[in-house]
Nanobody, 127 residues
């Protein structure tokens, strides 16, 4: 199983980026995989950003609510994170992760709940 995160880059404050997370070796739809996005800034711990469940319910951290959106295309085995109104404090490596939706006990904001992780994509926002 592999997750490939892409779409990061360098933008100015107020700009936008669209991150993609494509899975191989599993089917997003077959087991209703949940997908989460986390980020880690230099010197800080990894933190939750957003998640979308196999049933398409969405969740956001307070610090990105209203600016970020999340979606998925099961036919492409891909999830997306749209980042709008970016701020310098959004600068981090963004990671996607997935968890088999048939397992019980899913807590979307807990990194340890996810089974597979992508390699991360860098987002840099300048002021």
């Amino acid at each position: 199983v592999q997750l490939q995160a892409s779409g990061g880059g360098s933008v100015q404050a107020g700009g936008s980026l669209r991150l993609s997370c494509t899975a191989s070796g599993l089917s997003f739809s077959r087991n209703r995989y949940h997908v989460g996005w986390f980020r880690q800034a230099p010197g800080k711990e990894r933190e939750f950003v957003s998640a979308i469940t196999g049933g398409h319910a969405t969740y956001f951290a307070d610090y990105v609510k209203g600016r970020f959106s999340i979606s998925r295309d099961n036919a492409k085995n891909t999830a997306y994170l749209q980042l709008n109104s970016l701020k310098p404090e959004d600068t981090a490596i963004y990671y996607c992760a997935t968890r088999n939706g048939m397992r019980i006990g899913y807590e979307f904001s807990v990194a340890g709940n996810y089974d597979y992780w992508g390699q991360g994509t860098q987002v840099t926002v300048s002021s």
